[in-house]
């Protein structure tokens, strides 16, 4: 059964701390997103990438988050420092590129 | 720019009730995709149903059916004979035919009473 496998679940952290999400996704989707949940502003793109190239991350704030694919098989999102408005859940979902796209299960971010 | 409306923010119906969710979008493009997600309180965001603008049927999966209306732009999700399970979080979608980018409207949080 393939899923978009997202870890950690949950984090709690300090304000000032460095935060790293991880992302597989589904093997063969081409393309990567990372979304941010808050009950404020609802569903947000971050970034996105395909074929492990980044095409758009005009949503993220540049000076402390950065996202980054490796390899086909992992995307990682960062904060740098961490924020307590950086609280929300991040979600990540793969697809391909004519399609819809696959969520993870999100990982919800505490910074206190 | 793309954008997606839902104008309902909240909505209660009784189990087996028909509901119908509202979606209004604005494009200039005349080939996308439209989609309606759930997302439960476990929080997994879920495919329900997805349209192609080019198709004149509507999309439909089980009790799940949308009402199309291209020259309004409106994307409506009905649901038939609601179950408990249907209690969730309901997001429309869009998505340029040429694009990778889905934009998402504010979502409708539908409660199935029993």
């Known amino acids: 059964d393939a899923r978009v496998t997202q870890t950690p679940r949950h984090k709690v952290t300090e304000m000032g701390q460095e935060v790293t999400m991880r992302c597989q996704p589904i093997?063969?989707?081409?393309?990567v997103f990372w979304y941010r949940q808050t009950m404020m502003q609802g569903l947000e793109l971050l970034a996105y990438?395909?074929?492990?190239?980044?095409?758009?991350d005009s949503g993220m704030p540049k000076d402390r988050f950065s996202a980054e694919m490796p390899d086909a098989t992992l995307a990682t999102l960062k904060i740098q420092p961490s924020e307590p408005r950086d609280s929300a859940v991040y979600f990540c979902?793969?697809?391909?590129?004519?399609?819809?796209?696959?969520f993870g299960e999100g990982s919800r971010l505490t910074v206190l | 720019a793309q954008t997606v409306t839902q104008s309902q923010p909240e909505m209660s119906v009784q189990e087996a009730e028909t509901v119908t969710l509202s979606c209004t979008y604005d494009?200039?493009?005349?080939?996308?995709?439209l989609f309606w997600y759930k997302q439960p309180p476990s929080r997994q965001m879920i495919l329900v149903i997805r349209?192609?603008?080019?198709?004149?049927q509507n999309a439909t999966e089980n009790r799940f059916s949308v009402n199309f209306q291209k020259a309004a732009k409106s994307f409506s999700l009905k649901i038939s004979d609601s179950q408990l399970g249907d209690t969730a979080m309901y997001f429309c979608?869009?998505?340029?035919?040429?694009?990778?980018?889905?934009?998402f409207g504010k979502g409708t949080r539908l409660h199935i009473l029993p």
């Open positions: 979902a793969s697809g391909l590129e004519y399609g819809e796209l696959f």
């Open positions: 093997l063969g989707h081409n393309t």
């Open positions: 990438f395909r074929n492990r190239a980044p095409l758009d």
């Open positions: 494009t200039s493009e005349n080939n996308y995709y």
């Open positions: 349209q192609e603008a080019y198709k004149q």
């Open positions: 979608a869009f998505k340029r035919i040429r694009d990778d980018k889905i934009i």
